[in-house]
């Protein structure tokens, strides 16, 4: 049901990024960010670039789309001026409240069926879910590749 859950995510993710002609990539940075703000914690191409899996390159490409898009702005900071910051414009948290309205409005109604102590077991089961595949995907990265020419 994880499984499912995920796929039909991503195809909303995928939906709604196109209808504004954002690719999944985007979003996702931009919602990096978000969190990296929530939290009080700088935002830099670096950062987005671990965070996402980038290569270098790829990371300036993203960048670059969501400044040219007016989604983010890119600033200077430190006493020497070469550590950029990525902020996020009004833009881009009126564009993204617009975009996940609809499944965050059918998930707070789906939520709604539910009692707290329902949803506090659920919030323990994904939390749970969440950390066992962080853990497995750390076991992943570590494991020498495959060799796929025995298969």
Not at 92 to 112: I, T, V
């Amino acid at each position: 049901m994880l499984q499912e859950f995920s796929l039909e995510t991503n195809r909303y993710v995928d939906a709604a990024g196109g209808r504004n002609n954002m690719h999944r990539t985007d979003l996702t940075a931009l919602s990096v960010i978000m969190t990296h703000t929530a939290r009080n914690q700088i935002v830099t191409p670096g950062v987005l670039r671990k965070e996402l899996n980038l290569s270098s390159p790829a990371t300036t490409a993203l960048i670059d789309r969501l400044h040219g898009s007016g989604h983010v702005v890119r600033e200077r900071q430190g006493t020497d001026r070469r550590q950029v910051q990525l902020r996020m414009t009004p833009k881009a948290y009126r564009d993204g409240g617009a975009m996940f309205l609809p499944l965050a409005r059918q998930m707070g109604a789906a939520m709604a069926e539910f009692t707290p102590e329902e949803l506090e077991i659920a919030t323990r089961f994904l939390t749970s879910m969440i950390e066992a595949t962080i853990r497995a995907g750390r076991e992943a990265a570590a494991a020498p590749p495959s060799d796929a020419a025995a298969v």
